[in-house]
């Protein structure tokens, strides 16, 4: 392959549509405690490595909205977490990370069984895989002990994050930081709490709730049509999932997951204006993963995928390639251990 | 354990000296590796009668080492060495460099995350590795039949033996091109006879040159400020009355061509001397050379220019196509250098374990931002791929380029990372900008074959647009077009134990 040959999209990218969440799913998976995992599979044909895309907090599958055209060239399976888009209802107690990647098991299982595998994970995604590293270690990296099994041959990292800062302030200074991280917990608590007075309080689709998703999620030069979409998708998940998730969230620690990826090419995205994973989250973990890739993108906050798709893409398909060229990687581990 | 450096600078020209200077001020340690036994590069190399520099003096010198001494307008080349070895003296550059020193080799080892280089003396690793070998390094030394049985004495202009007189003797200079314009006239001075084989006529403006007065000179010394004045003045000029003529308009070139003509016109009385010395090429082209005693030589008696092309060389002198034998004592190969076909790039092997000159027969010479090429990470090239210019200094682009990488050593000090690859796509897209730049400039529609362009027609050597806007882009390391790797957390916590 021409190392410098990249393909030129043919068409003019769209504008995700909030009004168009819904989707039908090409399956539907049971998890190991029965709750179905929707899944969709795009460009089924493509021999080689099938891109497994996973979506962060609040969002869901249709978050990929830039990276669907990959299917042009790869196969491309997509989900949506458990109460989040099109899966099922969970039990309350399962809204973990550590239960999300028994979730995405069983999607590799159900999809790409004897398959190689390239794991693309966005913020609560990113931490889905360090789940699945964490209990599943032997999918990563070259010989898979049952050839049956999927075989993770490399994993990005989106906007993602380890374990979170103690002093997180979502980029924000001096007194504001504090108003609005008492506003942000209490609000969260909230949803835990009382879910039926959180949702009355959401005040989903207006204004000042698309500005908060802007702000959150998104660059501060991003298109407003942008902060629409995720302001949709964030509606759309029910109150009670997001405070619970989120104090999840809070908690995870994956440092030691981190280890698994070492075997394999990894590459790490994070947009320079990150709010709720900071570059410094990000740099953390390409820190911590020997010869794993950093890029940091200009004009970009939360939502890489999003906000810098042409970027995304090409380091993606940089990233496939790689799996093309060098099927296994077994030096990286005894790095890890010098 | 082989030798370790920082940085490694191949080459101790003007690019290796000035790298040289910026390391040691920012206090990175390094090395200059230099294959000749004397800094200077290009400017070492070539020591033919007459050579010099066809850029103003003033211009082309480093812009933190002005040189108010300069005794002529258009330094000559002895001068421009002195002042280059001056320079890197001042600048306690010489101690750094490893004369004699020639790299065989550089692979890229993707363990160890460094350059690991053969040389002459022995093998020599880095984290970084500038590459400032040269644009004009490498003789271009085109194949004659017989030339091996010619029994008079052969030389390329770019290795002149000084020691030889040419007094009395026949002389045959092959090319037209800048260094030939050089040499034609001092050839010709002491020669019995002197043919002049031309492919291609050259557009000669009329030489500007003059010598600087002692008076000027104690002005310059005395006031700094008017030397960059005048410093700017021919920086601007060249920026706003030359490139736009040449990258934007080619008809705007009938200014030069007007004056190329009066020029001829004057010089050369002979009506059909003067067709067989008119150029049918837009001027600019091929790089302008100007000269006041060119014509005048090739136009006296003495001289027969000789357009038929050579069939080959025997042990007496050269036929002709036409049939002719030119008896000759010596043959002065003025044919110039591999530019586009620069064998250095062979010797460089990437990530992916292709050399650069692999990669460049797939998709033409070509890097992001003339410096950095993807799958080659912690590599910088000094005048790399489109930072060639027809119409000012060359050590403008220099300058900028050091500026750039100045500031990715210091990102990866201050950040910890450890090596910096260009994205692939980014540096696709930036060529294609620069390409279709080109496509209405003079270089590429001027209808002539030029050293600027590769054998399928691609210019791989030409910044196409102002200057100054090559060095804003190059102002500040811009992360977002690169891949990190970062230094290990345990390795951090060790430095920071130490």
Redesign the interface.
């Given at each position: 392959m021409?190392?410098?040959?990249?393909p030129t999209w043919g068409f003019v990218m769209s504008w995700p549509d909030p009004h168009h969440l819904r989707w039908t799913p090409t399956l539907r998976v049971p998890s190991d405690d029965g709750t179905e995992i929707a899944v969709e599979i795009l460009g089924d044909n493509h021999p080689g490595p099938t891109l497994v895309f996973i979506h962060g907090w609040t969002f869901s599958s249709r978050s990929w909205h830039y990276q669907r055209m990959l299917a042009e060239r790869h196969r491309l399976v997509l989900m949506d977490h458990r109460d989040h888009g099109e899966s099922g209802t969970g039990p309350r107690e399962h809204r973990t990370i550590e239960q999300v990647g028994r979730d995405l098991y069983a999607v590799l299982e159900a999809t790409c069984k004897d398959r190689d595998v390239v794991l693309v994970g966005h913020s609560m995604g990113g931490m889905t895989i360090m789940a699945l590293a964490a209990e599943h270690a032997d999918l990563f990296g070259a010989e898979s002990p049952d050839a049956q099994s999927a075989r993770v041959k490399a994993v990005a990292l989106l906007d993602t994050s380890a374990k979170r800062p103690d002093d997180h302030t979502f980029g924000l200074r001096g007194p504001f930081a504090g108003l609005f991280l008492k506003q942000w917990t209490s609000s969260l608590a909230l949803m835990v709490a009382d879910p039926e007075k959180a949702e009355r309080a959401r005040r989903s689709g207006s204004a000042i709730s698309v500005r908060i998703s802007g702000f959150l999620n998104l660059h501060r030069t991003s298109d407003r049509r942008l902060a629409q979409f995720t302001e949709a998708m964030s509606a759309a998940t029910k109150a009670q999932v997001v405070g619970d998730f989120w104090a999840d969230l809070d908690a995870h620690d994956k440092l030691k997951a981190l280890e698994a990826l070492a075997d394999v090419p990894v590459l790490v995205v994070v947009g320079v204006a990150d709010r709720l994973t900071p570059v410094t989250d990000a740099?953390?973990i390409?820190?911590?993963v020997?010869?794993?890739?950093?890029?940091?993108?200009?004009r970009a906050g939360h939502c890489a995928m999003l906000e810098r798709p042409?970027?995304v893409n090409?380091?993606l398909l940089?990233l496939v390639a790689n799996v093309d060229?060098q099927p296994a990687k077994p030096?990286r581990r005894s790095?890890a251990a010098r | 354990m082989s030798e370790s450096h920082r940085v490694v600078v191949i080459g101790a020209g003007f690019g290796g000296i000035g790298a040289s200077i910026k390391l040691a001020e920012q206090g990175i340690e390094h090395v200059i590796l230099e294959k000749a036994d004397d800094v200077g590069g290009t400017w070492w190399a070539n020591k033919y009668p007459g050579c010099r520099c066809d850029v103003p003096s003033h211009l082309y010198s480093f812009s933190f080492a002005p040189n108010p001494d300069w005794s002529d307008s258009y330094s000559l080349q002895p001068e421009i060495w002195r002042y280059l070895r001056r320079v890197a003296e001042e600048h306690t550059v010489i101690e750094r460099v490893r004369f004699g020193c020639k790299v065989e080799a550089a692979r890229w080892d993707d363990d160890d995350k460094q350059w690991v280089l053969e040389t002459s003396s022995g093998t020599i690793r880095c984290d970084v590795l500038i590459a400032a070998h040269g644009f004009l390094s490498e003789p271009r030394i085109p194949h004659f039949e017989g030339i091996e049985t010619f029994t008079g004495q052969v030389m390329h202009s770019a290795e002149w033996d000084p020691s030889y007189d040419v007094t009395g003797k026949r002389v045959a200079v092959i090319g037209t091109g800048a260094s030939a314009v050089q040499i034609v006239p001092e050839v010709h001075r002491d020669a019995e006879h002197l043919f002049v084989f031309q492919r291609t006529a050259a557009w000669i403006l009329p030489h500007r040159g003059r010598a600087i007065p002692e008076k000027e000179k104690a002005l310059y010394r005395r006031i700094p400020a008017l030397q960059r004045a005048v410093r700017a003045y021919h920086y601007w000029s060249a920026e706003f009355v030359v490139l736009p003529a040449l990258a934007k308009n080619p008809a705007r070139t009938k200014l030069i061509r007007n004056m190329a003509m009066k020029h001829l016109e004057e010089q050369v009385p002979d009506p059909e001397l003067r067709a067989k010395l008119t150029p049918d090429f837009v001027p600019g082209c091929k790089r302008l050379t100007p000269s006041n005693d060119y014509l005048p030589a090739v136009a006296s008696p003495s001289t027969t220019l000789v357009t038929d092309g050579i069939e080959r060389i025997e042990p007496t002198g050269i036929r002709t196509t036409d049939g002719t034998l030119h008896e000759v004592d010596v043959i002065i190969l003025a044919t110039g250098f591999r530019v586009t076909d620069n064998t250095f790039s062979a010797l460089v092997t990437g990530r992916d374990g292709r050399t650069l000159q692999e990669m460049w027969e797939e998709s033409g010479m070509s890097a992001y931002n003339g410096t950095t090429v993807a799958g080659f990470p912690n590599l910088y090239l000094l005048v790399g791929p489109n930072t060639g210019i027809g119409h000012t200094s060359v050590i403008y682009m220099i300058e900028a380029q050091l500026t750039y990488v100045m500031d990715a050593l210091r990102l990866m000090k201050e950040r910890g990372v450890r090596t910096f690859d260009v994205r692939a796509d980014v540096q696709t897209a930036f060529n294609e900008e620069v390409q279709r730049k080109l496509q209405p400039s003079v270089w590429n529609t001027g209808g002539c074959v030029s050293w600027y362009l590769d054998k399928n027609g691609r210019n791989p050597t030409i910044w196409p647009d102002y200057t100054f806007r090559f060095a804003r882009r190059l102002r500040s390391f811009d992360l977002d077009s690169y891949y990190q790797e970062l230094v290990s957390a345990d390795e951090r916590a060790m430095v920071g134990a130490r």
């Open positions: 021409g190392f410098l040959a990249r740099r953390i390409a820190a911590g020997p010869g794993s890739r950093l890029l940091e993108l200009e042409e970027a090409a380091a940089d060229h030096r790095r | -």
